[in-house]
């Protein structure tokens, strides 16, 4: 059951339950909103929502909304967006009874795998499919396992309640009473315990190693299916349990602490974060000036906070001057005879008390970290001095860094006039390299311009819920939209336009879609696969006699850009618009005469405004190759 310190290995069962019927599910954005606290957007089949809030230590689960992101986001979300933004979550999986939730993502071709670890301190581990890590949320080096990138990341190999035979060990094993070892070595809590001893018919003071496993292992399954298939959690004063237990002794809770999930019954179990509350109350917003102020203090307090340990460092290193010049001494010498492993091997093994202040060794720069009071890091082919030197210096770093901080508080920042203009370009994207277009029903479609465009698209941006979109004719855009649309027409005249059938002049040209999984760069044998170019294999979705035509127009509100794609999508948020379709003229001179009809619908201080958006350049970008007509202007 869960309390306010956490969740149990059942709780979290519960979950992993809860989240894998809503499979297939694709990762959208991470958010991270303090220090262990997680927040992922889910996407879900018909245009299903889902946010996953996860504490490290604590909880994971579902709620109904984030607290506010904060403005710049972390460096951990970032890398996790990096790699696991738009793959699909392939399973979602406990390791055992465990507090370990994991994630296997697919992206492309590569399987990562996303550890939540709610145990202890809690973590968030990011590995391959080989469970070697890429990057942890918190890096820790354990005595049996290391949590650092590039470790393998392991897990306890018994489950307990995994089958009767790993049941049987466990107890067979057990010197203490049932009810104990079910609790403890089996992981099931105290409470489940009781129950499992009462459903089997067993006396809980039995010994572990004298009860029948049988109807002990039968009576943990029916547990975990009342867990699992026939949950109704609730709320009590003290914890919040995903299934009413029969025979407990407490009375079943009034039917308003009942919930439809388990995860509506966490979130209102759980109170906000001290980081959530802070960031929902109101604070008065702050002048530019008061806000660097404030910043430049709390450095300054940092800089003295880090002058004050590195000084309380540099005393403990001579006031224990005789058994660090013993140390360094010892392990410079041994270090021409043995490896550093030897050297730690030997020194873990030792009863010395002098070896037991090493806590820590780095053989990678020939130093060990010694507990003389205050953990410090001492450099075994250095002297004392030398040691002392390298704190010393950092005390000077600092102290440097402190009065830069000063005098930049003396000076009187000048506020920066602000200009405001009703007109504001478009922010630049990274998609804008690329054709684009957004679709009525508001999904990113993105087409490559030439082939190293093609290559790109599919190996780097296609995700597991993205769509391929290909004109059946040789020499055409590689399309891919970013997710789901009910707007496939306009997908499929995007798709036409842009390829060899407008060259060749053309007024229609069929087009079809496929997953990204049937689409390979692998021939057979005999063929040839040209760049910017691809297999697909497999049953395809047809469009047939698709009409070319592309729009063109320039959009003021609330940011101004020249977009362009199908002519009704482009008609309908533009008042600017011209329709191209297949004809005689080349493609730059198209571009100016597509320039000179937008401009002369806007005003001229409109048009110095617009410089940097309203040029041959941008409207070239939505030019098709090939010869053109302009059969519309508004």
Not at 531 to 542: A, C, K, L, P
Request: proline share 5%; with cysteine.
């Amino acid at each position: 059951m869960a309390t306010a310190q956490g969740m149990s290995g059942i709780d979290v069962r519960a979950v992993t339950c809860e989240l894998s019927a809503k499979l297939p599910l694709w990762i959208d954005k991470v958010y991270q909103f303090e220090t262990r606290t997680l927040g992922i957007r889910l996407n879900g089949e018909d245009h299903a929502k889902y946010q996953l809030l996860i504490e490290a230590g604590r909880r994971a689960h579902l709620v109904k909304n984030f607290p506010p992101p904060p403005k710049n986001p972390p460096q951990f979300a970032m890398l996790l967006r990096k790699y696991i933004s738009g793959g699909k979550v392939l399973a979602i999986q406990q390791h055992g009874l465990e507090r370990i939730l994991i994630f296997d993502i697919g992206k492309g071709t590569l399987t990562y795998r996303l550890i939540i670890e709610l145990f202890d301190e809690g973590n968030v581990i990011l590995t391959d499919e080989a469970y070697r890590i890429i990057k942890p949320l918190r890096h820790h080096r354990f005595r049996d396992r290391d949590i650092v990138p590039d470790a393998v990341y392991t897990m306890s190999s018994t489950d307990p309640t995994g089958s009767p035979e790993a049941l049987a060990a466990t107890l067979a094993g057990d010197d203490r009473d049932l009810v104990r070892a079910l609790a403890i070595a089996g992981m099931l809590g105290g409470t489940y315990a009781e129950y499992v001893c009462l459903t089997a018919g067993i006396d809980k003071t039995t010994p572990a190693s004298k009860a029948d496993p049988g109807p002990v292992f039968d009576a943990i399954r029916s547990l975990f299916d009342g867990v699992q298939y026939a949950g109704h959690p609730v709320i009590s004063a003290t914890s919040c349990e995903p299934v009413v237990i029969a025979g407990e002794s407490k009375s079943i809770p009034d039917d308003k602490n009942r919930f439809s999930g388990f995860s509506e019954a966490l979130e209102t179990f759980y109170p906000m974060t001290r980081a959530e509350k802070v960031r929902i109350t109101s604070k008065p917003k702050l002048s530019e000036e008061e806000r660097i102020h404030r910043y430049q203090e709390t450095a300054i307090k940092k800089f003295d906070d880090k002058i004050k340990k590195t000084e309380e460092m540099v005393s403990a290193i001579y006031e224990n001057y005789p058994f660090i010049s013993q140390v360094i001494s010892s392990l410079d010498a041994a270090s021409k005879r043995l490896s550093w492993q030897e050297i730690e091997r030997h020194l873990r093994d030792t009863s010395s008390a002098d070896a037991k202040h090493i806590v820590a060794f780095h053989p990678d720069e020939a130093s060990v970290e010694l507990d003389i009071g205050k953990k410090v890091k001492i450099f075994v082919h250095e002297s004392v001095e030398q040691n002392a030197g390298r704190y010393y210096a950092v005390i000077k770093k600092f102290k440097k860094k402190k009065e830069g901080a000063l005098a930049a508080m003396k000076n009187i920042r000048q506020k920066k006039k602000i200009i405001r203009h009703d007109i504001v370009p478009m922010k630049k994207l990274w998609y804008h390299r690329f054709r684009w277009f957004v679709t009525s029903d508001g999904t990113v479609v993105l087409g490559g311009r030439d082939a190293s465009q093609n290559e790109e698209l599919v190996k780097k941006y296609m995700a597991g819920g993205d769509l391929f979109v290909h004109a059946d004719i040789h020499g055409a855009s590689v399309v891919i939209v970013k997710g789901r649309t009910e707007k496939m027409d306009e997908v499929a005249q995007f798709a036409a336009s842009y390829s060899g059938a407008w060259r060749s002049g053309h007024f229609s040209a069929d087009v079809y879609s496929a997953q990204p999984g049937q689409v390979s760069k692998t021939p057979q044998a005999g063929e040839f696969v040209a760049r910017g170019s691809f297999i697909v294999r497999g049953e395809r979705t047809y469009y047939r006699n698709i009409p070319l035509a592309v729009g063109i127009g320039l959009v003021l509100e609330p940011q101004a850009a020249v977009i362009g794609g199908p002519p009704g999508v482009v008609r309908s948020r533009t008042k600017r618009f011209a329709e191209l379709k297949p004809g005689q003229y080349e493609p730059n001179d198209v571009a100016k005469k597509v320039l000179r009809l937008l401009r002369q619908k806007i005003t001229p201080d409109e048009e110095k405004l617009l410089k940097g958006v309203l040029n041959t350049e941008t409207v070239a970008a939505f030019v098709p190759p090939g010869g053109s007509d302009i059969l519309e202007a508004s």
